[in-house]
Every structure is written in structure tokens, then in C-alpha cells.
């Protein structure tokens, strides 16, 4: 069995990017999908089954017949999303890139630079296309 941890942020293009990409990637019939989800900031106390990026990638996990498991954390995602994947064992992981400039990454960080630069683990990294 193939476990591949999915960092999902609030954006359904890049959810669907990443869904998307582990169906094509590995054989759906021995994989499973962790889809964790970071509230950097949650004083409202929202569940990560509240977030409509998580159901979309679920939604195309799902329709693939590959068993999901959600998960959430808080603070900081790179941490959370090294930290979840050594907790679990998975085997990958899988984050969406965002564009930003060199200067723009330099000044607000990168998640998936982070994610990379600190785990051992196999990182595939995704980007929507441009359509919708």
C-alpha cells in the first residue's frame, strides 16, 4: 500500500491539482490519501471537513476509489505537513506551489520550499493548470 500525504491549502485549483496529479501518478488500487489541512489562524474553530478545497480533493480521490483520511493541524504548514507525514509513515508528499517572484518568496516564505528542505520523504510538487 502507497500512503502519499496531500498539504491542502484554501485553494481549490491547487487542491484539484494535487488530487489530480497522485490519481495519475500512482496506481489508485494500492494507494492511500491523507489530506491535511493547516489553520494558521482559527479562533472561529473550524474542522478541516469545513474547508471546500479538502472536499474537492477528496471528491476526485474518492471517484478514483481511493480511501481518504482527513486530517488538520495549526501553526505553521510546512511544519505540520513534515511533521503529520513522519507521524504517519506515508510514503510522499505531495504540495502545490504558488507563483511567487524569487523576491516574493524570500519575503513571505514558501511552503513548498520548506516542505522540501525538511523531510526525507519523496516531494512531488504541483501546480494548477490554467484553465479552470
Not at 17 to 28: C, K, M, R, S, W
Not at 41 to 68: C, F, K, M, Y
Not at 104 to 128: D, Y
Amino acid at each position: 500500500m502507497t500512503e502519499v500525504l496531500l498539504g491542502i491549502d484554501t485553494n481549490e485549483q491547487r487542491a484539484r491539482a494535487q488530487a489530480e496529479t497522485v490519481v495519475d501518478l500512482f496506481e489508485t488500487a494500492d494507494l492511500e490519501a491523507y489530506l491535511l489541512h493547516d489553520f494558521v489562524e482559527n479562533p472561529e474553530g473550524a474542522s478541516v471537513v469545513q474547508v471546500d478545497a479538502v472536499h474537492r480533493a477528496q471528491e476526485i480521490l474518492e471517484a478514483a476509489d481511493v480511501p481518504v483520511h482527513l486530517r488538520e493541524g495549526s501553526g505553521d504548514p510546512a511544519t505540520s505537513i513534515v511533521g503529520t507525514a513522519a507521524d504517519l509513515g506515508v510514503d510522499a508528499i505531495c504540495v502545490a506551489g504558488r507563483k511567487r517572484s524569487p523576491a516574493g518568496k524570500m519575503l513571505f516564505g514558501s511552503v513548498s520550499q520548506s516542505v522540501i528542505l525538511n523531510t526525507e520523504r519523496p516531494v512531488l510538487l504541483c501546480s494548477p493548470s490554467e484553465t479552470p
